[in-house]
């Protein structure tokens, strides 16, 4: 194991034991260098012919210079049933504005018809992550984007700071009914969610079908789970998964009753959590080094005791009856096949359910998929949105938005 990766299990064994948690902490210390073994090597080798100083001059450059994430539109607020503030951005379709070239390939020469397209992201992530897929759409067809509870600038969870209630999925798809309240009160919608925000997407459909049924054109759900997820592996070795499985929970809470220690642990060590966050968010080896950065900010941008609120929810996740409500309606449904944190088999089993939904398995992808490849994901979301009737047939988004190296951001 790496110097980083040795100073991460320190610091997580420490802000446990200071709970009183030395027990769990030695045995997540095990698990957490499994998990940290692969990443740890890549930072060991870049050591050796990358100093400190040269890597953090080499994030600030690209976090000056990168584009990804400043994208923004008009501002709203709603309110969730149990009070906590959610921020979202609207951008508005310009059906009076000439037809420029990307319109023109996105959908022909006529204007969309009435439809709002409502983004929802997922874990420790946040609007931002679909850079690529709002700037392919800006201007063309009504979007919205929101942070979940506690994510981006969503205010932190009111029941979760009054009294501790855990968060539930079912809040969640709560916490969307109230968005599309406020940010889209009438019309047609159409939802697409990835990981999580897939997640959520069912919640809203187990608990308000009415609107499934009145008022959805179509779905689109990217690298997320109907359940099951206790029983994903990570790709780590058997010994440890088990071992993150059996004392992960009790860690992270651990872990967030201790925030500012870790805190500085995770600043300390952002060598090696920049190597994790690569390993379980793409799967290719030519992205463009500002997209992984970009995404290391999103992350990195998650309090622990947010990480630590929102993990339980998942074990308990199990929304497959819900699917039932997206039965007669256009869906997509897409995944990266190198996929470690929601694998793609969890898409598999989705579209196995709805039967007549299109199922996209992307090659050389990862948990990231709409920001690895996005102009599959941009292209596949314009083509459902043909396939529900809200523009012209005959779409299509070419090559927009490629995220290898050797591209230039879109």
């Not at 290391?296 to 074990?315: K, L």
């Not at 979301?381 to 995220?403: I, N």
Request: hydrophobic share 45%; glycine share 12%.
């Amino acid at each position: 194991m790496s110097e980083s990766s040795a100073e991460a299990v320190v610091s997580a064994a420490s802000a446990a034991a200071s709970a009183g948690n030395w027990r769990r902490a030695g045995v997540a210390g095990a698990a957490i260098g499994v998990v940290a073994a692969g990443a740890a090597a890549g930072v060991a080798i870049e050591r050796l012919t990358v100093g400190r100083g040269m890597r953090r001059k080499a994030r600030l450059a690209l976090d000056s210079a990168g584009p990804y994430g400043a994208l923004r539109g008009t501002p709203g607020k709603a309110f969730a049933e149990d009070g906590t503030e959610l921020y979202y951005e609207v951008d508005e379709a310009e059906p009076e504005a000439p037809l420029g070239p990307r319109r023109r390939r996105l959908f022909g020469r006529k204007a969309p018809a009435p439809v709002t397209v409502v983004f929802s992201h997922g874990y420790c992530l946040n609007q931002d992550s679909w850079h690529f897929q709002r700037a392919a759409l800006r201007g063309v067809v009504r979007t919205v984007h929101w942070d979940q509870r506690s994510h981006g600038r969503s205010g932190r969870g009111a029941a979760q700071l009054k009294d501790g209630t855990p968060v539930t999925i079912d809040q969640l798809g709560g916490d969307l009914k109230a968005v599309i309240d406020a940010a889209v009160p009438e019309g047609a919608i159409v939802l697409v969610g990835h990981s999580m925000g897939g997640m959520t997407v069912m919640a809203l459909a187990d608990r308000f079908p009415e609107l499934i049924r009145d008022r959805v054109a179509a779905v689109a759900l990217v690298g997320t789970s109907s359940g099951r997820l206790g029983e994903v592996n990570f790709g780590l070795p058997v010994a440890g998964v088990n071992a993150v499985r059996r004392v992960l929970p009790g860690v992270l809470k651990a872990l967030g009753q201790q925030a500012a220690l870790v805190e500085r642990g995770r600043r300390a060590t952002a060598d090696l959590f920049a190597g994790v966050i690569k390993r379980y968010s793409f799967a290719g080896r030519d992205v463009d080094p500002a997209i992984e950065r970009f995404a290391e900010r999103m992350i990195e941008g998650t309090p622990i005791d947010v990480v630590a609120e929102f993990y339980p929810a998942f074990t308990d996740h199990d929304k497959t009856a819900a699917l039932a409500h997206f039965a007669e309606l256009p869906v997509l449904v897409l995944a990266g096949v190198k996929d470690l944190v929601t694998p793609s088999e969890h898409s598999e089993a989705i579209a196995d359910l709805l039967p007549d939904a299109e199922l996209v398995l992307v090659p050389d992808a990862g948990h990231l998929v709409m920001l690895e490849h996005p102009e599959v994901v941009t292209d596949r979301l314009a083509d459902l949105l043909v396939r529900a009737g809200a523009v012209p047939a005959g779409a299509t988004v070419g090559g927009y938005g490629s995220t290898s190296s050797s591209a230039q951001p879109g």
